[in-house]
């Protein structure tokens, strides 16, 4: 059973404040939050894995949407090819 999560899709490349953190969820503090581009909100959330697939869900279409050119010209703000390290998300539970 997990107790306390926190996932997180970290990017400088997308976002420089929070840490670079573009995307989160955790319950810390006793509460269920979503983290957005420096902006959190209370979620309703009834498990770690519900938690968890919203989150993934989330990010992958963030990735894809930030992956794609812009204007049809050159690429998007992610660039898999330098570090695909830059795409994977951060997963913590206990």
């Known amino acids: 059973m997990v107790t306390r999560y926190n996932l997180a ?3 400088p490349l997308v976002f420089g404040g929070d840490n670079s953190r573009v ?3 955790d319950n810390a503090h006793g509460q269920h939050h979503r983290h957005y581009m420096d902006k ?3 979620v309703e959330i009834g498990s770690y894995e519900e938690a968890l697939n919203r989150f993934q869900a989330e990010w992958q279409e ?3 949407t930030l992956s794609r050119p812009k204007g049809g010209a050159g690429e998007g703000v992610l660039d898999h ?3 695909p390290s830059a795409t994977e998300p951060v997963m913590r539970a206990q």
């Open 9 to 11: 899709y970290i990017n």
């Open 23 to 25: 995307l989160g969820y």
């Open 40 to 42: 959190a909100e209370a």
């Open 62 to 64: 963030l990735a894809r």
């Open 81 to 83: 090819t330098s570090s």
